[in-house]
């Protein structure tokens, strides 16, 4: 069944002209229309872009040419600019917006010859984690349906998880990619700050955010970075490194290897079968050579507290532009204030006011010093604990998020509940680092991620090790309703 192929595979009977890639888009298309339904991925399914790229790509392998890629399938976050097809990042005040150009991420996946299926869904704006802020739908989680696929990233991850598509691309602010990752057992990259290019992602926390891919397997994900990254001059905070390379991948070994484990990701605030599964990994992983050490860096604690005021303080920046003038629909007011008050009042959704209005707060005069500039004095300290140490292992080791999949609706009545499922994601957001989710098991039938955290610039050694890890731990599980 095509659908169930990681990418890898796809690539290979591809190379190899046992199947072309219209067939492998048709193939996906008829699954995206036999079981988004309940799902919920997709907002928009772009067939007839899909089956030209196909047929091209088809031309291109016909001639020997084309890339490790070429006619894979993939599905984009609803959050980057895609050239004529609608980019509403789950928002009403963007509905209908159907932007001019390509975020550069997307003219790479192009020119790789890979094969766009459509735009996934997200929380509206990327807030939020587990896509029940989207204006538009839920987005259900393919190992229990009742269940969230986790966020802002949802409809990637289940995109990914449910054999929707092979690939997807997601934005992480705070955990986005491998949060959902996690709770839909597949596999989540987020590269460091800087090595892929933000532009044309609609930006929420410009200086954390990040794009990175969602997979089958660490190779497949591996092989998706080194097509999306690299240098961008669009981009002022693009890195002058060359892409991430898949050299060496497959070529590391776990014998020697040091791994810290903070205890403040491991404490009883975790739900127990998390921690169960990550421990019964690490006692495999152990069995394999690799090292691992208690660590303390104080400063976890206060990530969570930290990131919600630096994120809103950059998103309610970003968010001033959608005023009703230059994007998306315009509800008319008395004068432009009256326009732009009612424009926002109704195409925002009560998450991202929330954050609009936290985010101002902190920023006004009078409560920058106390709030904006304490909690970058905290970020710093974070980095540096992380850095202290990087400097004596070979990366560190957390549960991907404190508990698995939970209920849709489930924690409406809890404003807090939902941001501190971001607890052990965030501190990579925060010093750039990169970081990446993978499958370790199971606990009452629902997947649990691991995640390895790297320095800042060694995407590679990061990817390195979480094949390695893949190779003791398996290949991620599939959904039974998959």
């Not at 669009?234 to 892409?243: G, N, V, Y």
Request: contains cysteine.
């Amino acid at each position: 069944m095509l659908t169930r192929l990681t990418a890898s595979e796809l690539a290979a009977k591809l190379r190899a002209r046992e199947v072309s890639a219209v067939e492998v888009a048709q193939a996906h298309l008829e699954a995206i229309r036999a079981h988004d339904g309940k799902i919920g991925a997709f907002l928009h399914v772009a067939e007839e872009k899909a089956m030209a790229q196909a047929a091209k790509a088809d031309e291109a392998l016909a001639k020997g040419e084309g890339g490790p890629l070429t006619g894979v399938p993939i599905a984009i976050k609803d959050n980057m600019s895609t050239l004529d097809i609608p980019t509403t990042a789950a928002s009403k005040i963007l509905e209908g917006y159907i932007p001019p150009y390509n975020a550069t991420v997307v003219e790479k996946v192009e020119q790789a010859g890979m094969v766009m299926l459509g735009k996934t869904n997200l929380d509206e704006f990327a807030m939020g984690s587990s896509t029940e802020t989207s204006a538009y739908q839920f987005t259900h989680n393919p190992w229990n349906l009742e269940c969230s696929p986790g966020g802002s990233s949802g409809g990637s991850a289940a995109a990914v998880a449910g054999d929707l598509a092979p690939l997807s691309l997601g934005s992480d602010t705070g955990g986005s990619i491998r949060q959902p990752a996690g709770l839909c057992g597949v596999v989540g990259f987020k590269p460091t700050y800087g090595r892929v290019s933000r532009y044309g992602l609609i930006a929420f926390g410009s200086s954390l955010d990040q794009i990175g891919p969602f997979a089958r397997s660490v190779e497949d994900a591996a092989l998706l970075s080194s097509v999306i990254s690299g240098h961008d001059h669009h981009d002022s905070t693009s890195l002058p490194h060359a892409p991430i390379s898949t050299e060496g991948l497959k070529d590391g070994s776990l014998k020697g290897k040091r791994f810290g484990l903070p205890k403040e990701m491991f404490d009883p605030s975790i739900d127990a079968g998390v921690l169960e599964s990550v421990h019964k990994a690490i006692d495999a992983l152990k069995a394999e050579g690799a090292e691992f050490e208690e660590i303390s860096i104080p400063e976890i604690r206060l990530g969570v507290t930290t990131y919600y005021i630096i994120a809103p303080a950059e998103a309610s920046s970003n968010l001033a532009r959608f005023d009703g003038v230059r994007y998306g629909p315009r509800h008319e007011g008395v004068g432009h204030v009256g326009t732009a008050e009612k424009t926002r009042a109704m195409g925002f959704g009560h998450e991202v006011k929330t954050r609009i209005l936290i985010g101002t707060y902190t920023l006004s005069a009078g409560y920058y010093d106390a709030y904006y500039t304490r909690a970058q004095q905290v970020r710093s300290m974070m980095t540096a604990g992380f850095n202290r140490e990087f400097a004596r292992f070979d990366g560190i080791v957390t549960p991907t998020s404190p508990s698995p999949a939970f209920k849709i609706g489930s924690m409406n009545d809890d404003p807090m509940a939902l941001k501190i499922l971001d607890y052990c994601t965030i501190p990579a957001n925060m010093g750039g680092f990169p970081a990446i989710s993978l499958n370790c098991g199971l606990t009452e039938g629902l997947p649990v991620g691991i995640q390895i955290i790297g320095p800042a610039l060694e995407d590679e050694r990061v990817f390195q090790l979480a094949y390695c890890f893949e190779q003791v731990l398996g290949a991620s599980p599939r959904p039974p309703t998959a």
